[in-house]
């Protein structure tokens, strides 16, 4: 992994540790992401929006459905974060074995979580290496009374075994940015039908 004393700030900007899980045509995943941003400051406006790098199986689900599940995650959920966070759904069905259920939007709501949110697809930023997706809130699922999962926390108390691999996928991500890091202005027209 990559990093200086500029980076080291920006990371003080990263967002709760969240779960996101997508569905199209029958193909479910889940991947984890610390860059949700509350879009809105009405409760009537309800809306979260996300970066997702363009190469995970998420983006292609989200990008064809138009919809996606964000979850906020409790300090129990460290192994979820592993099996979500540290290899592709291109490799195997990541929620096999992750309780869950459909939902309103027939997005998976997993069952452990301290709340989960199904959200519309309603625009898109093009960021070369990833698609920064802004969604309206179609369902709240409330969970359990737990302090939620933080980066910070998450740095903390992460496995020493698990630290060679998240580095190496850190890294890994880094070199993909800094050679995708031009504008395609692709735009999102619409889901996949
Ligand atoms: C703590 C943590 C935070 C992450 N944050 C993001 C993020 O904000 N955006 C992103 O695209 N990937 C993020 N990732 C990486 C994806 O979760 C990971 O690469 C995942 O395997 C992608 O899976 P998929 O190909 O099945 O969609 C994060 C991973 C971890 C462990």
């Known amino acids: 992994m990559k990093t200086d004393a500029a ?5 003080q900007f990263a967002s709760p540790t969240a ?4 569905a199209w045509q029958g193909k479910r995943n889940g991947m984890i992401s610390d860059s949700v941003v509350r879009a809105s400051i009405s409760p009537s406006v309800p809306r979260l929006s996300v970066y997702i790098h363009k190469w995970h ?21 460290l192994d979820l974060v592993y099996n979500l966070g540290f290899s592709s759904g291109r490799e195997r ?5 992750v309780p869950h259920r459909l939902g309103q939007l027939g997005l998976p709501v997993l069952e452990d979580r301290v709340a989960a ?10 960021a070369g290496y990833a698609t920064h997706f802004l969604g309206h809130i ?5 969970g ?5 999962l933080t980066p910070a926390w998450l740095r903390a108390h992460m496995p020493k075994a698990w630290e060679p691999e998240w580095l190496a996928n850190y890294r890994k991500a880094q070199d993909v ?8 202005d692709r735009r999102w027209t619409g889901p996949v039908r």
Request: charged letters at 25%; aromatic letters at 6%.
């Open 57 to 77: 199986l998420s983006h292609d689900l989200i990008w064809q459905s138009g919809l996606f599940c964000i979850h906020l995650l409790h300090r129990e959920q």
């Open 117 to 126: 949110f199904e959200l519309r697809v309603i625009n898109t930023m093009d």
């Open 138 to 142: 179609e369902a709240v699922h409330p």
């Open 7 to 11: 980076y080291e700030l920006l990371r």
């Open 177 to 184: 940015i800094e050679q995708h890091a031009a504008i395609e």
């Open 93 to 97: 069905d990541k929620l096999a074995g």
């Open 144 to 148: 359990a009374d737990k302090d939620i």
């Open 19 to 22: 779960a996101i899980t997508t």
